[in-house]
Nanobody, 127 residues
Framework: QVQLVESGGGSVQAGGSLRLSCAVF????????IGWFRQAPGKEREAVSS???????TYADSVKGRFTISHDNAKNTLYLQMNSLKPEDTAMYYC?????????????????????WGQGTQVTVSS
């Protein structure tokens, strides 16, 4: 059974940084697409970033140049380095995983179709 466990959320002032982690358990396929999504209160869930098993990354326009996604294969852990945080980045952040590596970039913007989801970690950015 695949499990995703996020950590690293917290409260930070605008302009600060946080690094989110997502430990992936039980995923054995060498092909993967894993990513981050977020949902603010009263808003729909939105895509943040994805990375596939070939190392190709995709970012939402709202986080380009500020967020960096990476994956440590040895630890089977996904990271999201978030710099220059803004109050509008405040949200619950979720990691997700899917087998369809070849369409990972496209899949990022089709959130409802991902196979596995974590429980989320809260990020709060104050002005």
């Amino acid at each position: 059974q695949v499990q995703l466990v996020e950590s690293g959320g917290g409260s930070v002032q605008a302009g600060g940084s946080l690094r989110l982690s997502c430990a992936v358990f039980g995923y054995t396929d060498s092909n993967y697409c894993i990513g981050w999504f977020r949902q603010a209160p009263g808003k729909e869930r939105e895509a943040v970033s994805s990375i596939d098993s070939d190392g190709r990354t995709t970012y939402a326009d709202s986080v380009k140049g500020r967020f960096t996604i990476s994956h440590d294969n040895a630890k089977n852990t996904l990271y999201l380095q978030m710099n220059s945080l803004k109050p509008e980045d405040t949200a619950m952040y979720y990691c997700a995983a899917d087998y369809r590596a070849a369409i990972c970039g496209w899949l990022l913007f089709k959130g409802a179709e991902w196979n596995y989801w974590g429980q989320g970690t809260q990020v709060t950015v104050s002005s």
